[in-house]
């Protein structure tokens, strides 16, 4: 029966938007974080065996019947993010930086690879090189000199220190990277994303309009990005999420009905 095939479709379909919808919940307080997004399609109808609409009069003029066709469900057709800019918020750690802009931070994975993100939560490892909240480093790599003092980052994305002598000093530059189809990133976990072959090619420059890269981006020292998930907006698809799913589960119960009636009434 077609409405087993169509309710089922119903019921992945909501448990892969039950699923989106708990990691963007998850994530609610993740620096940087960009909500994900589902975009389903309704799959290929096809003829009802048997069946054919009614025709119609209407001023006099008769129309013919038609074919009827039934729906077989819906489909997942991508997966996406929500790029809008998430709140920027001051943090204590002058290594915390937050882009406002389109860009997005570089860091190094352990396979050689290098992944993109907006997660602005850095820091010193053991040698004084600038990483990640999980040690993967900053590209291009910035390692501070011993004995360096006060720390600033600025909107142009200079890494400037204090030497001894209390004279400030420019130790590293922080690039920034921009796509032309950022929304098709790859999420490998972690906040981190990997580019695809429809992404495009990468761009990357030192942030801010004196460097001739306004469309990266500007970095704010001393801050995060917040998290554009929004934690009314996500509590509301998760009640109308669960909602559809317990209708399909019915829709399922009621077509094993019907099937028992029909089996029933054949024997």
């Known amino acids: 029966m077609q409405i087993l095939g169509t309710a089922a479709s119903g019921l992945r379909a909501q448990q892969l938007s039950l699923d989106l919808t708990a990691d963007n919940m998850a994530n609610v307080n993740t620096p940087g974080y960009k909500a994900a997004e589902m975009d389903f399609a309704e799959a290929l109808a096809v003829p009802a065996a048997g069946a054919t609409r009614?025709?119609?009069?209407?001023?006099?003029?008769?129309?013919?019947?038609g074919q009827v066709d039934l729906g077989?469900?819906?489909?997942?057709?991508?997966?996406g993010r929500n790029l809008a800019q998430g709140d920027i918020y001051a943090a204590a750690n002058p290594l915390d930086l937050a882009i406002e802009g389109a860009g997005y931070f570089r860091v190094a994975l352990p396979n050689g690879q290098i992944a993109y993100t907006?997660?602005?939560?850095?820091?010193?490892?053991a040698n004084r090189q600038i990483v990640d909240s999980r040690g993967h480093a900053l590209v291009p790599g910035v390692k501070l000199p011993p004995g360096s003092g006060a720390l600033t980052v600025t909107a142009d994305g200079q890494i400037k220190v204090t030497d001894l002598q209390g004279r400030e000093q420019t130790?590293?530059?922080?690039e920034l990277a921009a796509f032309p189809n950022p929304e098709s990133l790859q999420d490998i976990g972690n906040n981190l994303l990997l580019p695809q072959a429809n992404t495009g090619p990468v761009q990357t420059g030192r942030p801010g309009a004196t460097a001739g890269n306004a469309a990266l981006g500007f970095i704010h020292g001393g801050a995060l990005e917040q998290s554009n998930v929004s934690l009314a907006d996500t509590m509301a698809d998760l009640v109308k999420v669960q909602r559809a799913y317990q209708l399909n589960a019915r829709m399922v119960e009621d077509g094993d009905q019907m099937w028992a009636i029909a089996d029933s009434i054949r024997a």
């Open 54 to 65: 009614p025709g119609s009069v209407s001023a006099g003029a008769g129309t013919a019947g």
């Open 72 to 79: 077989t469900g819906v489909l997942e057709r991508a997966t």
């Open 118 to 125: 907006r997660a602005g939560a850095f820091r010193l490892d």
């Open 171 to 174: 130790v590293g530059q922080i």
